[in-house]
């Protein structure tokens, strides 16, 4: 079963074809995001996302030293392991394909609630935006920029960066995070906070796990901002380009 999903999914990347992403007006800002899980004290993931010049440059600051950058201009989406000094770069098609199979896969009744379809969405006292089914439940609190084009920028970011994580072993399918993304833009909002917990069953028992991130926005970039930015611009000049499959390091499948 294993080997067999795998096939399937390096083998969506060949349905890649050309295609352009309706280009945002370009604002420069910085978003810094610590996670956390259930009520521990310190962040398990801290991350900065610099929006520059049309671009996305995320840059995972605990853990693997990893810089992912999102050109929908290129209509691509590079990771670069800073250790390895490596790089995969994932067109926007091939991710879309993935995401595309994944729903069909979804479609047995007891993953349904995976695909973020009969959501409850509810707007709480205070302004946290609920979106919920039986067993995935999302909180949001937004804040509104001053600049009406931050929150779409953010948005499409968020968008692509939920289809990147669903490609990786463990996480969620990107669906109901989209269509929070989508709620939060919808007000010309961007998330301050987001609460995500689920219920899975393990027999007979329920077992809750809650992730929390918090976003702190800047609407100025520093200089340490730009250097950071003509690493991530370096590295991708000088990385050797690998398959995902080999930047995940994920056994070669052997074909029979």
Request: glycine share 4%; hydrophobic share 40%.
């Amino acid at each position: 079963m294993r080997r067999a999903y795998a096939v399937r999914l390096f083998g969506a990347f060949l349905l890649a074809s050309l295609t352009s992403s309706a280009p945002l007006s370009a604002q420069e800002f910085r978003i810094e995001t610590d996670v956390f899980v259930d009520d521990q004290k310190e962040p398990v993931q801290e991350t900065l996302t610099i929006f520059f010049d049309g671009i996305v440059y995320d840059f995972l600051l605990t853990g693997v030293e990893e810089i992912t950058v999102f050109d929908s201009q290129r209509n691509r989406l590079v990771l670069m392991d800073e250790r390895r000094q490596v790089k995969t770069v994932l067109a926007m098609n091939a991710i879309l394909s993935y995401t595309a199979e994944m729903e069909t896969r979804l479609g047995e009744p007891e993953k349904q609630y995976l695909l973020g379809k009969e959501v409850r969405t509810n707007v709480e006292d205070g302004g946290w935006l609920t979106m919920a089914n039986e067993q995935v439940t999302y909180r949001a609190e937004g804040i509104e920029p001053k600049d009406p084009h931050v929150a779409a920028q953010y948005q499409q970011f968020a968008d692509w960066y939920a289809r990147l994580n669903a490609m990786r072993m463990g996480n969620l399918p990107p669906f109901m995070r989209i269509q929070l993304n989508a709620e939060l833009a919808s007000k010309n909002q961007i998330p301050k906070t987001i609460e995500r917990t689920v219920v899975q069953k393990k027999g007979l028992r329920k077992v809750k796990q809650t992730l929390c991130s918090r976003h702190l926005a800047n609407w100025r970039l520093s200089t340490t901002d730009r250097k950071m930015i003509d690493r991530a611009t370096s590295n991708m000049a000088a990385y050797r380009e690998v398959s995902f499959q080999e930047y995940l390091q994920v056994p070669e499948v052997a074909a029979k």
